[in-house]
């Protein structure tokens, strides 16, 4: 069985600007990987690229065994996808945000289950029937994760998921990756915390311009010596 997330020379560029200069990264399943860089760096880029929401501009980008340019709404089936900002519908409550989701991807029968569980896990029950217009920075960032994780995708892309977001909402989407992660998917964080990366994840590759300057084991980026070495990276 080959990974579920393969990228071979990714480049994405805007113009003159190359935003990804050719970067590899491999995730198999029941991993956990780590994006971490400065901001502009491409994290999400590259993770808008596996979501099939943004077309490389050149090199081979598989998820799940599925080319994402070839073929980006199978894709989308595969992932499922916290965007940095946005994401959520100003005037829908949580709850239809769930219905809709679950209508989109033709979940069976049951799925009020797995929302009410992640409800609560999420603290959000109280806000179920309130448009997302009224949540606070942290409430549409641990919505936009529930969203994602919902229906237990193949691939779980999570974009800056604590940004903002109190400690109870940081444990629980540790609690989700690690829960994902057991059922045998792929995870990627993309995050400007370096701390929470090497808590969310096994690994930590490391941009810089675009370009993946070291992959390692996301504990040699922990404590002291592993923040002088991250900084070292950036420089």
């Known amino acids: 069985m080959g990974p579920l997330v393969e990228v071979r020379g990714l480049t994405v560029s805007f113009g003159d600007v190359r935003a990804v200069d050719g970067c590899d990264l491999t ?4 991993e956990s990987m780590a994006l971490v860089g400065r901001n502009g760096a491409g994290k999400s880029t590259m993770l808008r690229v596996l979501a099939g929401v943004l077309p490389p501009s050149g090199g081979r980008v598989l998820v799940d065994g599925v080319d994402v340019a070839r073929d980006p709404d199978s894709a989308k089936h595969r992932v499922g996808y916290c965007p940095d900002v946005g994401g959520l519908i100003p005037r829908a409550t949580a709850w239809e945000h769930l219905q809709l989701a679950a209508r989109l991807r033709n979940l069976p029968p049951g799925w009020e289950s797995r929302a009410q569980q992640l409800l609560e896990h999420f603290d959000l029950v109280d806000a179920v029937d309130r448009v997302t217009a009224g949540f606070s920075h942290g409430m549409g960032r641990r919505m936009s994760v529930v969203l994602a994780a919902f229906h237990r995708p193949a691939v779980l892309l ?27 998917s792929a995870v990627l964080v993309s995050t400007h915390l370096l701390e929470l990366a090497v808590q969310a994840c096994q690994n930590a590759t490391v941009l810089r311009r675009g370009r993946v300057v070291e992959s390692a084991p996301a504990a040699e980026l922990s404590g002291t010596d592993g923040a002088l070495r991250y900084r070292a990276l950036l420089a």
């Open 158 to 184: 999570l974009d800056e998921p604590f940004d903002g977001v109190d400690p109870l909402g940081v444990e629980a989407t540790l609690e989700l990756v690690d829960e994902l992660r057991g059922a045998g």
């Open 27 to 30: 995730v198999g399943a029941g």
